[in-house]
C-alpha cells in the first residue's frame, strides 16, 4: 500500500496563506485533498489526474486554492490563499488506485482511493 504523509498544517489568521504539501511513497495514481472539520462530514477539496492534467475543486475554495504536483519529488501541494475561519479543519491527503479522478472523487471512497495520510491541522483564526 501506497505511505502518504501531509504537512504545512498551521494556525494562520483570516486572509492569508498556506501551502500543504503531501508526499507518497509511490507516485503514478491520481491524488486529492480533502478535510474534514469537528463535527462535520469528510470534504473533497480537490483532486489532480496523474500527470497533472485534468483538476477539480470544490466550489468552497475555488479560486483560492490550487493544487499541484510535482511527480519526480512525488509530492502533492494544496496553495491555499485568502483562508477564512471555515477553512479550519483537519486535511488529508489520499493517492488513488486510478490515474483519474473519478466522478465521484469528492466522495473519498476507499475504492477509489485505498491509501490515506494521517492529517495535517489547519486553523484560521478571525
Known amino acids: 500500500q501506497v505511505q502518504v504523509a501531509e504537512s504545512g498544517g498551521n494556525l494562520v489568521q483570516a486572509g492569508g496563506s498556506l501551502r500543504l504539501s503531501c508526499t507518497v511513497s509511490?507516485?503514478?495514481?491520481?491524488m486529492a485533498w480533502f478535510r474534514q472539520a469537528p463535527g462535520k462530514e469528510r470534504e473533497g477539496v480537490s483532486c489532480?489526474?496523474?500527470?497533472?492534467?485534468?483538476?477539480y475543486y470544490a466550489d468552497s475554495v475555488k479560486g483560492r486554492f490550487t493544487i499541484s504536483r510535482d511527480n519526480v519529488k512525488r509530492t502533492l501541494y494544496l496553495e491555499m490563499n485568502s483562508l477564512k475561519p471555515e477553512d479550519t479543519a483537519m486535511y488529508y491527503c489520499?493517492?488513488?488506485?486510478?490515474?483519474?479522478?473519478?466522478?465521484?472523487?469528492?466522495?473519498?471512497?476507499?475504492?477509489?482511493?485505498?491509501?490515506w495520510g494521517q492529517g495535517t491541522q489547519v486553523t484560521v483564526s478571525t
Open positions: 489520499a493517492a488513488s488506485s486510478l490515474f483519474y479522478c473519478s466522478d465521484s472523487w469528492s466522495s473519498g471512497l476507499t475504492s477509489e482511493f485505498p491509501s
Open positions: 509511490e507516485d503514478g495514481y491520481a
Open positions: 489532480m489526474s496523474r500527470i497533472g492534467t485534468a483538476t
